[in-house]
């Protein structure tokens, strides 16, 4: 199965080439320039770099208007340079319905920010995995569904894990959108947690509910994302390094003024619950001024704070503050 995984970005590649005759295809890119100057409450060194935080290639390619296929290759700051992080092929199987297959980000959380920094959903959430899809788009909403086998059990056959989710709209200003994923343990941060017995092993599924609530009003929008487990992470998962029970959690709260066509202004609260042994900070506070230079390029201000975890509940107490500059441009 490992061997399926590693290697399915290929096969789903080769597959591509087959379809290549009567076709489109569309190239597209981003590139992020960022100036980050951090400075923790403890005294230590601060922080200050200009980094090229994030680099994007992706590659879309329509097939007699049946199937579609993409891949898209991502570079970020501190990461393995240009991982491959999508190569799926998606069907239309009937009106408004889709199928996709091969590897992606698991459709589970929205994660929407004008933010420079990671939302704290997308930091603990998200997930790279070789799925099935299916989304179907009703006159109740879009509906989703996803399966994939997953990464976290302890025992030597893996656990067939699913997810699902429907997004609502509520007359013209308001949506709903609530996921439901089996195991939030496959997410790509809690994989790399390790007490010493073992990285990202559970001894049974830890599901996760997500709910998401966006409203639109005239220049205003509010955005509002909260994740919860079903249940509780337990003494000795993720190797050893869970002692006690935590149910974790994290919420992200949202709000945008557009000041013209081309610049506004938002500020965020993002919390989270039970998370110290991810390494995430339990609160982030930031203010965002956006303005858009071209119609492809713009720049981010941002002015944040976020605080950890005390000591006595496994973090280490520090607060830091932080300013960051960020040049955007998409092709």
Request: glycine share 8%; charged share 20%.
């Amino acid at each position: 199965m490992k061997l399926l995984k590693k290697y399915s970005p290929v096969l789903i590649s080769s597959i591509m080439m087959l379809f290549s005759t009567h076709s489109s295809a569309e190239l597209s890119g981003l590139a992020k320039i960022r100036f980050i100057d951090e400075t923790p409450s403890n005294g230590t060194t601060k922080l200050r770099d200009l980094q090229t935080a994030k680099i994007e290639f992706g590659y879309t390619q329509t097939h007699n208007n049946l199937f579609e296929s993409a891949l898209l290759f991502v570079y970020e700051e501190n990461l393995t340079p240009f991982t491959l992080e999508q190569a799926e092929i998606r069907v239309d199987i009937a009106p408004l319905t889709q199928l996709q297959f091969g590897m992606s980000a698991l459709p589970f959380g929205q994660f929407d920010t004008f933010m420079i920094a990671k939302p704290l959903t997308l930091e603990l959430m998200e997930s790279f995995e070789t799925m099935v899809g299916i989304n179907q788009i009703t006159s109740k909403g879009e509906l989703r569904a996803f399966t994939y086998i997953g990464d976290s059990q302890s025992s030597a056959v893996n656990q067939i894990e699913y997810g699902f989710g429907w997004k609502v709209p509520i007359g013209q200003m308001v949506s709903v959108d609530v996921g439901f994923n089996s195991n939030i343990a496959d997410s790509n941060l809690i994989q790399e947690v390790d007490g010493g017995g073992g990285a990202g092993t559970v001894n049974r599924q830890i599901g996760a509910v997500d709910v998401v609530f966006e409203v639109q009003w005239k220049e205003y929008s509010l955005y509002l994302e909260s994740m919860q487990t079903t249940r509780a992470f337990t003494s000795g998962d993720l190797g050893g390094a869970i002692t006690q029970s935590k149910r974790l959690g994290v919420t992200h709260l949202e709000i945008a003024r557009k000041l013209s066509d081309n610049h506004n202004v938002s500020v965020s609260l993002q919390q989270t619950k039970d998370a110290a042994f991810t390494g995430i900070p339990q609160t982030r506070y930031s203010l965002n001024y956006q303005r858009q230079l071209h119609e492809r390029i713009y720049y981010t201000v941002e002015l944040s704070q976020a605080e950890d975890y005390s000591i006595a509940d496994g973090g280490s107490g520090i607060r830091s503050s932080g300013v960051a500059i960020e040049l955007t441009t998409e092709f």
